[in-house]
């Protein structure tokens, strides 16, 4: 059964850095696509970034590129998501989420690909 917690959120100023985490469990992330997706208030859930079962293969919304990145530690099951910069429009709650078939990031770019398993989320206000 695959489970993600997510853990990291917190206040934090707008131009702060924060770096969320999520532990899973019941497959292995080198073998899976892992992405974070956030939701802000009145707004609908956009994919935030991914990463696929091979290193190279990323993705990140545009309004995150260039601040956010994305790692794993295997040793650890755990998949990081660094934010920097952050702007008050990065206000949002913050999930990772798989579907145990997934390889490849390629599904992301489409805006519409929502997998089949969520964390629980993590706030993360960005605000002042």
């Known amino acids: 059964q695959v489970q993600l917690v997510e853990s990291g959120g917190g206040m934090v100023q707008p131009g702060g850095s924060l770096r969320l985490s999520c532990v899973y469990s019941?497959?292995?992330?080198?073998?899976?696509?892992i992405g974070w997706f956030r939701q802000a208030p009145g707004k609908e859930r956009e994919a935030v970034s991914c990463l696929g079962s091979w290193a190279d293969n990323t993705y990140y919304a545009d309004s995150v590129k260039g601040r956010f990145t994305i790692s794993r530690d295997n040793a650890k099951n755990t998949v990081y998501l660094q934010m920097s910069s952050l702007k008050p429009e990065d206000t949002a709650v913050y999930y990772c989420?798989?579907?145990?078939?997934?390889?490849?990031?390629?599904?992301?770019?489409?805006?519409?690909?929502?997998?089949?398993?969520w964390g629980q989320g993590t706030q993360v206000p960005a605000s002042s």
């Open positions: 019941g497959f292995t992330s080198d073998d899976y696509a």
């Open positions: 989420a798989t579907d145990g078939i997934l390889r490849s990031c390629s599904p992301y770019e489409s805006g519409s690909y929502s997998p089949a398993d």
